[in-house]
């Protein structure tokens, strides 16, 4: 039986075999979401960059410069961090440079796996079905918060446990406890959010329509997978 | 207002400050549901030693040997991990070398911090009335299981911020998940944990009356602390 697993911070990461792995990229608030629907609105590809000047290097190289650090957009970026930044067709057939505070770092970590691609309640069931069809083991890779582990990305993991627990096993705990607070917290999601650190760290920054939208489940069918160090379609 | 914090694994322990701290280090099954018992019937001191060569030389020096490896009891130690060996008398006034997979280790990463005791449901309520009445910061420490986030000592956490709630604050999402998963579980610990991955582990070793045991709260109160390496009622 396959197994899936869940690793609730980049910081675990090294406890985990990677090599026979398809690893699933989550950072719900906002990076993955953000990625996802660039992608869903045709955008080319996606360099996530851990370093900031470097991302601002790549400007002159004619790629578009997003990303935040801490939440806020960073000087001098065409982009920032909102979902609702990459509707536009503006972007159609561009080449972004993304760096944000944690998501960028989670992918730059995981690049020892088998396979990666980027997760969010955008692209939910698509992300499910592939896992569910592929022969890889699973991880989920939890972006968290400077290292420490988040709700919103615990959440996703649960979502994506919950709905493959009939065909896949697992050895250790953290699967577990994100299935059980998916569970508690799906019958109203914001609400459920509303007391963690990040979504009060966010709402000083009067962002409760991104929150909204990044905790919403297949709006996109996109599935985002890393390619020599750059984000496909 | 004091804070309170969860530290799902010991190897998140760099990402906090620990010099202001109260931590207190659990791992229910069984280290320190073991070391609580062991001071309720009488027991002098617990030297923590993470090294297993090391504990059995301390036998020379008149200690008595303690602890595990896998769950199981090591060749040649006087006592295994089970709570139900440190009841009789006849370790009154004694000295235990101790050495478990994970529970030693989260004490020796601790060494940092203002002080350090050590937790279990067996002493949860002496426990949370020694924080609140307390001056410091609190960080409570899962052992956690090589590594990775377990169920049992997150419970164990949960049930300390749900103690605490109104009386301290928190800026990260740990406590938050620790608290609704205990919410969850509380009803009936032992089933909640059944599908644990730790407990399943256990079972094989047929200690169910073990993991009841460990999962009672306030059958002692005492609460051992770390002094000079050495832990003291």
């Avoid at 996530?48 to 578009?64: D, H, Q, S, T």
């Avoid at 972006?143 to 649960?158: H, I, M, P, S, Y």
Wanted: hydrophobic share 40%; aromatic share 8%.
């Amino acid at each position: 039986m396959k197994t899936i697993d869940v690793c609730l911070s980049p910081e675990l990461l090294h406890l985990y075999d990677l090599e026979d792995r398809t690893i699933v990229v989550v950072d719900i608030l906002r990076a993955t979401s953000c990625m996802v629907t660039a992608f869903a609105h045709g955008v080319e590809s996606i360099t996530p960059i851990a370093n900031l000047e470097e991302c601002l290097r790549m400007k002159a190289k004619g790629y578009v410069t997003s990303g935040e650090r801490d939440g806020k957009k960073v000087d001098g970026f065409d982009k920032g961090n909102s979902p609702f930044e990459y509707m536009d067709g503006d972007l159609r057939g561009l080449k972004l440079a993304f760096t944000t505070t944690n998501g960028t770092l989670a992918i730059e970590k995981s690049k020892g796996a088998k396979e990666v691609i980027i997760g969010s309640f955008l692209n939910l069931s698509s992300v499910v079905r592939y896992l569910l069809l592929g022969e890889n083991n699973i991880l989920i890779v939890c972006a968290g918060w400077k290292g420490r582990v988040n709700l919103e990305d615990t959440l996703f993991a649960g979502a994506v446990v919950e709905k493959l627990k009939d065909y896949l096993g697992w050895d250790c705990d953290a699967p577990l406890a994100a299935q059980h607070l998916y569970n508690l917290a799906k019958g109203d999601m914001v609400k459920f959010l509303d007391s963690s650190s990040h979504v009060k760290r966010l709402s000083r920054l009067n962002i409760s329509k991104d929150i909204e939208f990044c905790v919403t489940p297949d709006q996109y069918k996109v599935i985002p997978r890393l390619k020599n160090g750059v984000l496909l379609a």
